[in-house]
């Protein structure tokens, strides 16, 4: 009898004691590796890209960065992978303007080929410009952690078509603190990742389907009651407009 009792206290201390696992604090991070963080060196100076997602050119790799440009790389639905080939898009600040930057990328140990993409229009699709170096001085991939109003869940409205007709304008946007998005397109069940880069009040995304065309870029400005308005600039495709309200949980498939 007593040994049963005893059997029967260890069994229901081990269910009662197990530990779960631990979870990370915020949902909204995946800790990605990513694959450019470090000091590169070009035909024409050094670039520096920094985990904090911004980054600055340099004559020499020893010298000082300034701040001059943030950066988004995407390279498919997996968003776990460390991305050796994909896409980057950087946000540079001109004068008092800004440029907006693709290239494709295929990085083969400590060399990394880019090709500048230009932008495709309503009658053509994008070109390529002639592949150039980099190559990397110092660093390694590591995850990056933006830092920025966005970062979290959203219902979305936007004044947008799909397939000539607005079937449902809500959408559902998850922006995650290491550089991801992740979308969801209600009325036509179209639920797929992204990259973003926010550089001020711009918001750059690039990844699927209407991302998919060119880097989407908007304006972005907060209003009341947890609101935000966001208002594409680009020539193509058409620039649509948005309202973001925050939500504790967003709907997904």
Request: net charge negative; charged share 20%.
């Amino acid at each position: 009898m007593k040994k049963t009792l005893l059997l029967l206290l260890v069994v229901l201390c081990v269910a009662a004691c197990k530990e779960e696992p631990d979870l990370p604090d915020d949902p909204h991070i995946l800790f990605i590796n990513n694959s450019f963080i470090g000091v590169w060196k070009t035909g024409e100076g050094y670039w520096q890209f920094r985990t904090d997602g911004t980054g600055g050119k340099a004559a020499s790799s020893t010298g000082t960065f300034p701040d001059t440009f943030s950066f988004l790389v995407y390279a498919g639905q997996d968003v776990q992978k460390t991305p050796l080939n994909g896409t980057l898009v950087i946000v540079e600040d001109v004068g008092a303007s800004f440029a907006v930057t693709r290239y494709s990328f295929d990085i083969d140990g400590n060399e990394a080929e880019l090709t500048e993409k230009t932008q495709a229009t309503a009658s053509s699709s994008s070109s390529s410009k002639s592949p150039f170096i980099l190559e990397r001085v110092s660093g390694a991939p590591a995850p990056i952690t933006l830092t920025n109003p966005l970062i979290g869940e959203w219902s979305a409205t936007w004044d947008g078509l799909h397939d000539g007709s607005n079937k449902d304008d809500t959408w559902s946007i998850k922006y995650r603190d290491d550089g991801t998005v992740k979308t969801y397109h209600l009325g036509v069940r179209h639920q797929f990742e992204n990259a973003y880069a926010v550089r001020g009040n711009k918001l750059v995304i690039f990844g699927l389907w209407r991302f998919s065309i060119n880097p989407i870029i908007s304006d972005i400005q907060n209003t009341s009651g947890g609101k935000w308005n966001v208002n594409e600039t680009q020539a193509y495709p058409s620039p649509s407009k948005w309202v973001y309200t925050k939500v504790d949980a967003a709907q997904w498939l």
